[in-house]
């Protein structure tokens, strides 16, 4: 791989957008995104969003999630920490800590399984309902974040 090739090297930039491309795809997403926080609460869904574009890398996510975040009253001190939340865990629930931890075993998923451990604290923490809204919550932030990555978004666009 050149320098060139390497989007942590240097500035990269936008490849292509999807919306105008794909404006199906896109407004399913969309469709898709507000479906799956529905019933959640909105602070949750902000970190969770945060954490799993933290994880994959996708800036434009990262940026637009903790404005967004910030804007909803998010404090500060809880987005800085948020990439060492366990470490932190005394600035999160223990409902947002099961909702990280299931966050990241669902995103890092080419770790392997979801763990049991991790499932059974996100289920001890949540309803049936609101489990398959997080897990379909974690599962479209990973698509969006794909989209991002991908199309090498840029931060501060939004």
Not at 32 to 60: E, M, T, W, Y
Not at 78 to 96: C, D, I, M, P, S
Not at 105 to 116: H, I, N
Not at 144 to 153: A, D, I, Y
């Amino acid at each position: 791989m050149t320098t060139n090739e390497n989007p942590r090297q240097g500035h990269h930039h936008p490849r292509i957008s999807i919306a105008p491309n794909a404006p199906e795809v896109y407004r399913a997403m969309v469709a898709l995104d507000a479906a799956a926080k529905k019933g959640l609460d909105p602070a949750l869904v902000h970190l969770v969003k945060i954490r799993a574009s933290q994880i994959n890398h996708c800036a434009f996510c990262i940026d637009m999630h903790i404005k967004e975040a910030r804007k909803e009253g998010e404090t500060e001190e809880r987005v800085y920490l948020l990439n060492a939340w366990e470490e932190a865990a005394g600035h999160y629930t223990a409902k947002e800590q099961a909702a990280l931890a299931l966050t990241e075993a669902v995103t890092v998923l080419t770790d392997g399984f979801v763990p049991d451990a991790v499932y059974e604290r996100a289920a001890g923490q949540f309803e049936e309902a609101e489990l398959a809204q997080l897990i379909a919550l974690i599962t479209t932030i990973n698509a969006w974040n794909r989209f991002g990555v991908t199309t090498r978004m840029t931060p501060g666009q939004v």
